[in-house]
């Protein structure tokens, strides 16, 4: 009876979606560990402990010669942390809470914003992750050395981009066939250890195995990555426009999916998960 009558203003609303998003973000961070600080060093472990696996296998295999010439380091974190990113989005996307989970019963929180903040956790994660360690290698390795930094930057944003439209995708279908979805997830992930092109060089590729690659838009990614870093290398089998516009198609078509399971939600399905 005396409640009292707010604007709803658009900047009003905007604010309450971006303050919302961040607190969600933020909880998103510490589900790995209760310490924000915990989170971030696992989380940048787990980089250096993929970096260093490939690092001695290019070495006991002999296969350092099909690199770039140039830092060997840079070349692994180009294929790497892209990698890592775009899988790790996908995954957190995947992950986030649905219609039918409890916290969409909380005043002004929605699905949206479950996507958005899982996705934003898993980009801070990798951010500072990724800046601790090139800064690691700049003091006690070998000063680093990036051809365009700015670009370099976008090509990274565009890997965390696509895998977060991929698990939009996979997020609007994971209620109908839970156990499908899984195992297209597990099978996509296994699939890019080798066709995201981060073990091998795009331009070194004969012309018949290209079309085995170029449909993924990570081997894209990577390839562009790699000609924004080094000097002495121009990628001729990629393009940037290809992952972004694809990308773009995958998260509107994930959307509309979304919005479709959004209005046919149970709590049923969340039971029997």
């Not at 809470?97 to 801070?124: C, D, F, K, R």
């Not at 018949?208 to 790699?226: K, S, T």
């Amino acid at each position: 009876m005396f409640e009292a009558k707010r604007q709803n203003s658009s900047f009003r609303m905007m604010f309450n979606l971006a303050e919302m998003t961040f607190h969600s973000a933020a909880r998103k961070v510490r589900q790995t560990h209760r310490n924000a600080f915990m989170a971030i060093i696992v989380s940048m472990f787990q980089s250096v402990l993929f970096i260093a696996a490939f690092y001695l296998m290019f070495n006991i295999l002999g296969t350092r010669g099909i690199a770039i010439r140039g830092d060997f380091m840079i070349y692994l974190l180009t294929g790497i942390f892209l990698y890592l990113t775009h899988i790790k989005a996908l995954g957190a996307v995947m992950g986030s809470e649905g219609a039918a989970s409890p916290m969409m019963m909380h005043a002004q929180m929605n699905t949206i914003v479950a996507i958005l903040s899982s996705a934003l956790s898993a980009l801070y994660l990798q951010t500072i992750s990724l800046f601790v360690i090139l800064f690691v290698i700049h003091v006690a390795i070998n000063p680093v050395e990036i051809l365009h930094w700015d670009l370099a930057f976008l090509m990274y944003l565009l890997a965390w981009f696509s895998g977060c439209a991929i698990g939009v995708i996979l997020f609007a279908l994971k209620p109908w066939v839970p156990d499908l979805i899984s195992i297209i997830q597990m099978i996509y992930v296994r699939a890019n250890m080798i066709a995201s092109g981060k073990m091998f060089v795009a331009n070194m590729l004969p012309s018949a195995m290209i079309g085995l690659f170029d449909w993924n838009p990570l081997f894209h990614i990577i390839d562009q990555m790699r000609g924004v870093v080094f000097v002495n290398y121009n990628p001729h089998h990629s393009n940037w426009e290809y992952p972004l516009y694809f990308s773009l198609a995958m998260l509107t078509l994930g959307l509309m999916g979304e919005f479709y399971t959004r209005k046919h939600a149970s709590l049923s399905w969340s039971a029997g998960r």
